[in-house]
C-alpha cells in the first residue's frame, strides 16, 4: 500500500504542474521565465538526490563484491580444513579402536590361559583330596566319575582333551600294572557318559612300555627322572575310544620332558611348545567338526601326595591348549579383522609362530608363520602370555608372546568419503549463503509484497498454538487467503485432523505447562483428533515369570530390568519404524501401519518381533550378575494380529494416544494363548505373510486356540530364520496333512532338551557370587580399620588355623549363643566405597568360588545353582533388617537400634560369614537325605557319627579349602586377628548345622534355646549381652533354614 499511495502522490505532483503550465500560458509571457526557473531548480535538485542514490548505490555494490569476496575465501578454507580434521579424525578412530582390541585381546588371552592353569590345579587338588580322604597311596589312585569331573573342567577352560599321568617308580611297574588292570571301568563309564555307551574301546595294555630295555633310549644321568619312574597316561577326559592309548609312557615325548622336570625342580605349572595334532576326520563312527592339523600346547600342572605345602610329586594334570579355539569370542560381532601372531620361544625345544586372524567373534588360523602384512608394524601391539619374567627360551622354559596388527580390511572399514563429503557439505553451506545474500537483494525490491506473505504465513504457524476452538474459527479463513495467493488448493478440515494426528505422534502437538496437552472447553467441542487405519499389525509382548521374579526382588531392580528391556525395544522399534503405543505393567505394545500406512507392516513386524525376542534373551543373561540368579530364566510371550485399527488421542488431562478395535482383543488373545520365548501369529498375518512370498517364516500350530468371543482360532507360530522344517511328523493323519495351509510348515514334536546349566550362566552365577562377598569384605575391612585393629602375628593365627582342620568333630563345635560385637559409634569412620581390595585378593576370592561350585554335584536341590539362590534370599532378607547409621555422629538412637536388630546388620562379619555360609552349606552333598546315608553304612556316616553327615562334611571340605595357601591373602582379609578368626568359625559352623532341620538333638538344642530367649530373662541372673546374643543367634540360623527350605520348596531347579 505504501507503493500505491508513492505512485498517486507522483501522478498528482504531474497534473499540478500540466494545470500551472496552461495557467501561465494565459497569463503571458511575464510569468514563463520564473516558472521556468522553478523548473530547472526542481530538477536539479532531482539530480542531486539521483547523484546521491548513486553513490549509495556504488557502496552497496563494492561491498557486496567484498563478502562475496570474502564468501569465496571462506568457503575455500574451511571446506579444506573440513577434509583434513574429519580425515585425521578417522585415522584417530582407526588407532584408538585397534588400541581397544588389542588391549581386549591380550586381557582376555591372559584370562584364558590362566583359567587353564586354574582347571589343572583344581583337578590336581581334587585328585590329591580323594586320596587323602579315602587313605589311598600314589600311584594307586584312581578319580570317581572323572568323565563328568573332565566334562566340566574342559567346559571351563574351552580345552578339548585332560589327562591324570601317574608317576609310577620303576619297582612299583608289576604292582601299578596288576592295579590298572582291575581298576578300569572308568573307560566304559566314560564313554557311556558320552553317550557312547555301545563303543568297546578293547582292553587296556597289561604293561608300561620300558623304552630303557626295548629301545636303549636311557639318557646317560642314571639319576634322570625317565631312569627312575614311568609317567604313563592313566585317566583322560573324554574317556578313549580305544583304551590301548592308555598307559602310553609321556617321557618318550621329548616336548613334555622338561616341562615335567622343571615341575620336580620348581613346583610351577610348565607349558610345552607348539605341537601338530592330525586328527581324522571320523572316530569311533562320530564326525568331528575340527580341522584335520591343529596346533596345540600342553599346560602341565603337578599333583603332590598332600595339600600341605611340602608334598611329594606323585603325578600330573596334562591339559590341552587348542590354539584353534584360543581366540574365539574375544571381540564382538562385526568388529574388522585383525592379526594375531603368537610366538613361542622355547630355548632348545626350538620356537615356532602361528598367524590367527579375528573376524569378529570367530577366528581361523592363517598361517604356521608369522604372516601379517609389515606395512602395519609401527601399530604393533605385544603382549607375554607365559613365563613374563624369564628371558626367551631361558632354561628351557617355553616364553609364549602375542603380537597384534591391523589388516587392510580393519582400516578400509575406517576409509570413508567422509571428509570428501564433509567438506563439500561446507561449500555448500557458503554456495547457500552466497544465494541467501543473492535472494535478499532480490527481496528488498519486493519487501512489502514478502513482509505481508510472511506475515500471513507466520500467522497461520502461531494459529497452530492457539486452542483449538480459535484454530477452527480463524484456521479455514487464513488457509483460503494463503491458498488463493499462492493458487494452491484449499486445505480441508478432514486433512487437518489427519495431520494433526500424524504431529501428535510426531512430538509436535502444542502441550502446556507440565507436559500435558493444552486442552479446554472450546478444544472439548472440537473435532477429536483420530482416524482409522484399515491395515495394520499390533503386537503385544509379556513378561513371563514377571510377577514371581518380582516379588522376590526390589524395586529399583524391578524398574531397572523393565527399563532395560524397554529401552532395547524401543531402540529397535526406531531403527524399524514400528511405533510404540505404551507399556502396561511388564507388557509392551506396539503397531506397524500407522502413523504412516505401510504395506509391509505384517513383515515388519515380524521382524520386529524377531528382534525383540532375541534381544531379549541376551539382555536378561546379561542382567544376572546385577539382578541376582534365575533373571535368564525369565521368558517373553509374544502375540500379533493385523487388521483394521481406530487410533486417536483421548484428550484430557492425560492425554494420550489409544488404539481401539477387535484387533486390539485379538492380539491380546495370541499374546495370552501363546508359549513363552514364541511368537504367536494370528491367520490374518499369517496369510499377509504368505501373500508377501515369506511362508517360510511360518510353522502351524498344531492345536486350535480358543479364543473368548472368537471360538477356535487356527494360529501359528514365526519362524523367520528361513529355516525348512517338516511339514508334519511321523505318525500324523492325512488329515493333519491336507489341513496345513500350502506352503505353511507344520512345527515338529520335538522332545524338550535336558536342562543342564550353560557355561555362560555358572560363569554368572560365580561372578554375581564373588560380587556379593567382595562388597561384604569392603565393609570388615573398613570396619577394621575404623576401629584400627591391629592384627596378631601370622604365626599365632596359622597354629590357631591348623588346630581347627578336618580332624576335628565340627558338631561338637555348636554353641548355643554366638558372640557378636557391642555397638561402637565411631566403628564406620571409614566408608567401605573407598576401600579397595587388592587384585590378589579378588583372585583368590574369584578362585575360592570357581572351585567350591565345581565341587558341588549335580543332585536336585543340592547343587551350585541352589546355593546361589540361597545366598540371595539371606542377603536379600538382612537387607529388609533396619542398620543404624554408623557414619553420622552417634545418638542414642543408633544404639538403640543397634540392640533392637540384635547387632545383626551392625557387624559385616556377621553378614559375610552368612552369605558365605548359604553358599558352601551343600558342598558335595550326595544328594540323599542323612538317614540313608547312615542306613547304608557309609564311610562320611562312620567320620562324621551318623550325626549331621551332609552338613559337617560341608563344612570340612570348604573350610579345608580355605585353609589352603593359596588362599592366604584372602583369609587375612577376613580375619586378622585369633578372636575373628574365632568367631568367623563359630558363625560358619552354627549357620551350615542350622539347614540340617531333621537331626532331634539339634532341635532339641533350639527349642530349649528359643523358650531360653523369648522367656523373661529379668527371673534369671543373665546378663543382657547373653539374651541379646542369644536371640541375634537364633534370628541368623533362622535366615538360611527359611532360605533354603522356601527354594528347595519352590521346585526351581
Not at 175 to 188: A, C, G, P, R
Not at 210 to 235: C, H, I, K, S
Not at 428 to 437: A, D, G, P
Request: charged share 25%; aromatic share 8%.
Amino acid at each position: 500500500m505504501m507503493n500505491g499511495q508513492d505512485d498517486d502522490s507522483e501522478l498528482l505532483s504531474v497534473s499540478e504542474f500540466s494545470q500551472e503550465d496552461e495557467l501561465s500560458s494565459s497569463h503571458g509571457d511575464r510569468d514563463s521565465s520564473f516558472e521556468h526557473e522553478e523548473n530547472n531548480k526542481k530538477k536539479k535538485k532531482k539530480s542531486k538526490e539521483h547523484e546521491i542514490g548513486s553513490k549509495e548505490t556504488k557502496s552497496v555494490f563494492r561491498a557486496k563484491l567484498m563478502v562475496y569476496l570474502v564468501l569465496i575465501v571462506s568457503c575455500v578454507t574451511a571446506s579444506t580444513l573440513a577434509y583434513f580434521f574429519t580425515r585425521d579424525q578417522e585415522e584417530d578412530d582407526y588407532r584408538n579402536d585397534f588400541k581397544v582390541y588389542a588391549d581386549e585381546v591380550k586381557r582376555v588371552a591372559k584370562d584364558v590361559i590362566q583359567t587353564k592353569i586354574d582347571v589343572g590345579e583344581s583337578l590336581s587338588i581334587q585328585i590329591t583330596s580323594y586320596a587323602n580322604d579315602n587313605g589311598f597311596l600314589f600311584p594307586f589312585v584312581t578319580l570317581p566319575d572323572f568323565e563328568r569331573v573332565s566334562a566340566n573342567l574342559r567346559h571351563m577352560a574351552n580345552t578339548d582333551f585332560i589327562s591324570f599321568i601317574s608317576l609310577v617308580p620303576r619297582e612299583k611297574k608289576a604292582e601299578f600294572e596288576n592295579y590298572t588292570l582291575y581298576n578300569n571301568e572308568w573307560v566304559q563309564e566314560g564313554l557311556e557318559v558320552q553317550g557312547l555307551g555301545d563303543v568297546d574301546p578293547g582292553p587296556i595294555p597289561s604293561f608300561i612300555v620300558d623304552l630303557v630295555q626295548m629301545f636303549g633310549v636311557a639318557r646317560p644321568d642314571p639319576n634322570a627322572l625317565e631312569n627312575l619312574y614311568f609317567a604313563p597316561t592313566w585317566q583322560t577326559g573324554p574317556a578313549p575310544f580305544n583304551a590301548s592309548t592308555l598307559l602310553s609312557d609321556v617321557f618318550v615325548n621329548p616336548q613334555l620332558l622338561p616341562s615335567i622336570e622343571r615341575i620336580l625342580s620348581e613346583g610351577t605349572v610348565q607349558i610345552t611348545p607348539i605341537f601338530k595334532i592330525v586328527i581324522p576326520n571320523t572316530a569311533a563312527g562320530v564326525e568331528l567338526e575340527r580341522p584335520f592339523e591343529v596346533p596345540h600346547s600342553a599346560m602341565t600342572n603337578g599333583i603332590y601326595d598332600t595339600l600341605e605345602g611340602n608334598g611329594d610329586l606323585v603325578g600330573f594334570v596334562y591339559t590341552s591348549v587348542p590354539w584353534n579355539d584360543f581366540f574365539n569370542g574375544i571381540l564382538s560381532e562385526g568388529t574388522g579383522d585383525i592379526e594375531v601372531v603368537v610366538s613361542e620361544n622355547c630355548g632348545e625345544a626350538g620356537d615356532s609362530k602361528m598367524t590367527f586372524v579375528l573376524d569378529g567373534e570367530e577366528s581361523y588360523l592363517k598361517a604356521f608363520e608369522d604372516a601379517h602384512d609389515p606395512k602395519f608394524d609401527s601399530r604393533r601391539e605385544s603382549t607375554v602370555l607365559t613365563n613374563e619374567e624369564f628371558e626367551a627360551g631361558e632354561d628351557g622354559r617355553c616364553r609364549y608372546e602375542l603380537e597384534i596388527y591391523p589388516t587392510n580390511k580393519l582400516k578400509n572399514t575406517y576409509d570413508s568419503n567422509e571428509p570428501l563429503i564433509y567438506s563439500i557439505v561446507v561449500a555448500m553451506i557458503f554456495v547457500f549463503t552466497t544465494m541467501v545474500f543473492l535472494v535478499y537483494d532480490w527481496a528488498v525490491q519486493r519487501r512489502q509484497w514478502m513482509i505481508i506473505r510472511a506475515a500471513r504465513k507466520t500467522q497461520a504457524i502461531v494459529s497452530s498454538l492457539f486452542p483449538k476452538n480459535v484454530q477452527d474459527r480463524i484456521m479455514k479463513d487464513v488457509d483460503e487467503e494463503v491458498n488463493r495467493e499462492a493458487n494452491g488448493p484449499l486445505i480441508t478440515r478432514g486433512n487437518r485432523t489427519k495431520d494433526q494426528l500424524q504431529n501428535f505422534l510426531k512430538g509436535k502437538e502444542a502441550t502446556a505447562e507440565g507436559g500435558e496437552t493444552a486442552v479446554d472447553e472450546g478444544t472439548k467441542r472440537s473435532k477429536p483428533i483420530a482416524d482409522l487405519f484399515p491395515e495394520a499389525t499390533i503386537i503385544f509382548a509379556d513378561i513371563v515369570g514377571f510377577t514371581a521374579w518380582s516379588s522376590t526382588r526390589e524395586p529399583s531392580q524391578v524398574f531397572q530390568l523393565l527399563e532395560t528391556i524397554y529401552h532395547v525395544f524401543d531402540e529397535i522399534a526406531n531403527r524399524r519404524r514400528v511405533f510404540k503405543v505404551e507399556t502396561v505393567g511388564d507388557c509392551y505394545v506396539a503397531v506397524a501401519g500407522l502413523p504412516e500406512p505401510r504395506k509391509d507392516h505384517a513383515i515388519v513386524m515380524a521382524r520386529f518381533a524377531r528382534d525383540c525376542l532375541v534381544q531379549f534373551t541376551a539382555t536378561v543373561k546379561a542382567m544376572v550378575v546385577e539382578l541376582g540368579p534365575d533373571t535368564e530364566e525369565l521368558g517373553v510371550r509374544i502375540g500379533l494380529h493385523s487388521g483394521p485399527v481406530t487410533a486417536g488421542v483421548l484428550r484430557g488431562e492425560r492425554a494420550r494416544f489409544q488404539l481401539f478395535g477387535d484387533t486390539v482383543n485379538t492380539t491380546a488373545r495370541m499374546e495370552s494363548t501363546g508359549v513363552p520365548n514364541k511368537i504367536h501369529l494370528s491367520q490374518e498375518t499369517a496369510d499377509l505373510l504368505v501373500a508377501a512370498g515369506k511362508s517360510q517364516w511360518l510353522r502351524t500350530r498344531r492345536e486350535k486356540v480358543v479364543a473368548k468371543g472368537k471360538g477356535e482360532l487356527q494360529t501359528y507360530w514365526l519362524d523367520s530364520t528361513g529355516e525348512t522344517a517338516t511339514a508334519t511328523t511321523e505318525g500324523e493323519s492325512d488329515e493333519e496333512e491336507k489341513g496345513a495351509k500350502p506352503g505353511i510348515q507344520t512345527a515338529p514334536v520335538v522332545a524338550p532338551a535336558p536342562a543342564v546349566p550353560s557355561a555362560d550362566k555358572y560363569n554368572r552365577l560365580v561372578a554375581w557370587n564373588c560380587d556379593i562377598l567382595a562388597k561384604l569384605l569392603t565393609q570388615i575391612v573398613a570396619r577394621r580399620e575404623s576401629r584400627r585393629t591391629d592384627p596378631d602375628p601370622v604365626a599365632d593365627i596359622r597354629k590357631l588355623e591348623e588346630q581347627y582342620g578336618s580332624n576335628r568333630y565340627v558338631l561338637s563345635e555348636v554353641q548355643e549363643i554366638v558372640r557378636l560385637p557391642k555397638f561402637e559409634a565411631d566403628s564406620q569412620r571409614v566408608d567401605p566405597w573407598s576401600v579397595q581390595l587388592s587384585e590378589e585378593v579378588l583372585s583368590q576370592l574369584k578362585d575360592y568360588v570357581q572351585t567350591l561350585a565345581a565341587m558341588y554335584r549335580d543332585n536336585p536341590f543340592h547343587n551350585f545353582e541352589h546355593a546361589s539362590h540361597v545366598t540371595m534370599s539371606v542377603m536379600k532378607l538382612l537387607s529388609r533388617i533396619v542398620a543404624p547409621d554408623l557414619t553420622s555422629a552417634p545418638t542414642d538412637t543408633e544404639e538403640a537400634l543397634h540392640d533392637h536388630t540384635y547387632g545383626i546388620t551392625s557387624d559385616p562379619m556377621t553378614q559375610f560369614a552368612v552369605a558365605l555360609s548359604a553358599l558352601i552349606h551343600d558342598v558335595d552333598h550326595p544328594g540323599v537325605p542323612n538317614t540313608q546315608l547312615i542306613k547304608e553304612q557309609t564311610s562320611l556316616a562312620a567320620v562324621y557319627r551318623n550325626k549331621s553327615i551332609a552338613e559337617q562334611n560341608s563344612v570340612d571340605l570348604a573350610w579345608d579349602l580355605l585353609m589352603d595357601d593359596a588362599y592366604s591373602d584372602l583369609r587375612r582379609t577376613i580375619y586378622v586377628t585369633k578372636n575373628e578368626f574365632l568367631r568367623f568359625r563359630q558363625l560358619v559352623v552354627n549357620i551350615v548345622l542350622a539347614t540340617d532341620i531333621m537331626d532331634k538333638d539339634l532341635k532339641q538344642l533350639r527349642n530349649a534355646r528359643w523358650e531360653r530367649a523369648f522367656a523373661d530373662y529379668e527371673r534369671r541372673e543373665e546378663s543382657q549381652k547373653d539374651v541379646v546374643d542369644r536371640k541375634a543367634t537364633i534370628v541368623i540360623e533362622h535366615l538360611i533354614q527359611a532360605s533354603d527350605v522356601s527354594h528347595t520348596m519352590q521346585h526351581w531347579h
